[in-house]
Structure formats: C-alpha cells, structure tokens
C-alpha cells in the first residue's frame, strides 16, 4: 500500500513538473512575442524591418542564402515536419498558394524548420512532396542556434523548445513580436512557434504578417502578393 502511494505521488510530482516547465516556456514567449501593433496594422503593406543575412540548406541539399531571395517576394513561415498543431494549415495554405500564384516566376515560398536536429534535408524532401512542393517551394534546415536567432531577431516571431538544455541565446531582447505562440506537439515534445507567414520584398524587407491558421487573414495576404508583384519598384525594394 506505502508503495503504491509513492509511487503515486512520483506520478504527480512528474506531472506537475512537466507542467511547470510548458507553463514557464508559454510565459517565456509570451512575453518575447506580444503584439507591437493592431493586427490589421501588421496585415497592411509596411515595412517592418530588414531579414539579416542568413544560409541555410534546402531540401535539395543545395546551400542557399538571402541573396538568392534578391529581387523576388517571399513567403516565409516557421514549421517542423512532426508538428502536429498548425504546421499541417501551415502547409497546405503555403500549397494553396503555390497553386493560385502558379505563374507568378518571382513569388518563392520558404518554410524553414524550427527542429532541425530532426529535419534533415531528406525528412524536408518526404514532407515537401506530401504537399505537392515544387522547385520554387524552399524547405530549409540548418543549425539550430541560427534557425532560432534568425525567428526571433530577424523575422521577429516566437520559437523555443523546451526540452532543449537551455534556449539559444541571440544576444538581445526582441523588440517588436508580431506572433501568435503556439504548442506543437511532435513525437519528442513540445516546440513552440509562431503560426504566421511573412511578406517579404526584393529588398529583404519585412512587408506583412498574416496568420496562416485564419483563412480571412491569408485572403489579405493574397491580396498583398498581386499587389506587391505587381509593382516592380515595390518588388526590387526601390520606393515610388
């Protein structure tokens, strides 16, 4: 009987210690990613910041870079193959895209893992070709302190994996946080991320967010792709 009781309250202790940790992640990126402006003020054609430079690798094995992105509009969002939450939308709103902006030849759609320990470029071909991805599609990994760096500081959103030892440290606080946090589940864990696509022009400039899990705001996304590769001195980066 003692034994069973032990073990019991072994049982609740792990619980409750597991909970600690997810509520202590939540309120970590909470408090990284609340909102600098109205939502319909971050869905409008602005300028919220320039992308750093970055290189990663596609799924092609192929290295890329931001100067590859150079002169084109992209769509950028943060996913990982074993998320089970809003990764799927994620991905087919991105495939939605790619159907309706077909011959749009400077539109690319760049989804960038959040678990790349676990997201070779090999597991990022098997998921690309689940949604029907073609070449102007980019799925990159790379290393894990770059990958989260480049969401907070360059893109400004939220990402952290609580079962990591201790979070990648970026040097600095995030200022501005646009995002949505949200509890992915895959087969090792909890990883937590932002839910929204980013608009970017020629000139690596943040134009957009929209949150891919709400088809009214990627309706204004859509809206901001015709009118942004519609207007080449919009989508070079030079100003009217």
Not at 59 to 77: F, I, N, P, T, Y
Not at 97 to 103: A, G, P, V
Request: charged content about 20%; hydrophobic content about 45%.
């Amino acid at each position: 009987m003692a034994s069973r009781r032990r073990a019991a309250l072994l049982l609740a202790s792990v619980i409750a210690g597991s909970a600690l940790v997810v509520g202590a992640a939540a309120t970590w990126l909470a408090r990284r990613t609340a909102p600098a402006a109205s939502e319909a003020t971050l869905e409008a054609l602005g300028t919220y910041g320039v992308v750093p430079s970055f290189t990663l690798t596609e799924r092609s094995g192929r290295r890329v870079s931001r100067d590859d992105l150079r002169g084109l509009v992209w769509v950028v969002d943060f996913i990982y193959t074993e998320c089970t939450e809003t990764c799927p939308t994620q991905s087919l709103q991105l495939a939605r895209l790619q159907r309706e902006f077909q011959d749009a030849a400077d539109l690319r759609l760049v989804s960038i893992t959040v678990d790349p320990e676990h997201d070779t470029p090999e597991v990022l071909a098997r998921y690309a070709v689940r949604y029907g991805a073609g070449d102007r599609w980019w799925f990159l990994t790379g290393d894990k302190r770059d990958i989260y760096c480049l969401a907070q500081q360059g893109f400004h959103l939220g990402v952290v994996d609580p079962a990591a030892p201790a979070p990648p440290s970026c040097g600095q606080a995030l200022g501005f946080g646009p995002a949505r946090a949200w509890a992915s589940h895959g087969s090792k864990g909890l990883v937590m991320h932002s839910a929204r696509a980013v608009v970017v022009d020629g000139a690596a400039r943040i134009r957009a967010y929209h949150l891919a899990t709400d088809a009214e705001s990627m309706a204004r996304l859509r809206t901001n792709l015709r009118r942004l590769l519609a207007a080449p001195s919009r989508r070079e980066g030079r100003t009217q």
